[in-house]
């Protein structure tokens, strides 16, 4: 079974940096696409970047320039860099897994951490 651990999320002035960090468990990490997603209060979860197991990337147009996906398949982790963090970012960011299979995707979400920007 595969679990989904964030951390780092927390509170920071507007224009500071955070990283968030998200562990995985189990053996299917390095072929799995990962995912950051975050929900703000009174909105949609929404995708904010996403990192195939090869290694491309995407990012939603709000946090292009400013967030960086990566992934360590070493560790099993995958992380979001943000900086110049602005007030509309606040929200719980989640991770999420996808493994694409023939026969049905396999997905899991992590438990979310809250990353607060204050103006």
């Known amino acids: 079974q595969v679990q989904l651990v964030e951390s780092g999320g927390g509170l920071v002035q507007a224009g500071g940096s955070l990283r968030l960090s998200c562990a995985a468990s189990g053996s299917i990490f390095s072929i799995a696409s990962m995912g950051w997603y975050r929900q703000a209060p009174g909105k949609q979860r929404e995708l904010v970047a996403g990192?195939?197991?090869?290694?491309?990337?995407n990012y939603a147009d709000s946090v292009k320039g400013r967030f960086t996906i990566s992934r360590d398949n070493a560790k099993n982790t995958v992380y979001l860099q943000m900086n110049s963090l602005k007030p509309e970012d606040t929200a719980v960011y989640y991770c999420?897994?996808?493994?694409?299979?023939?026969?049905?995707?396999?997905?899991?979400w992590g438990q979310g951490t809250l990353v607060t920007v204050s103006s």
């Open positions: 990192i195939t197991s090869g290694g491309s990337t």
């Open positions: 999420n897994l996808l493994w694409e299979l023939a026969q049905g995707n396999l997905e899991v």
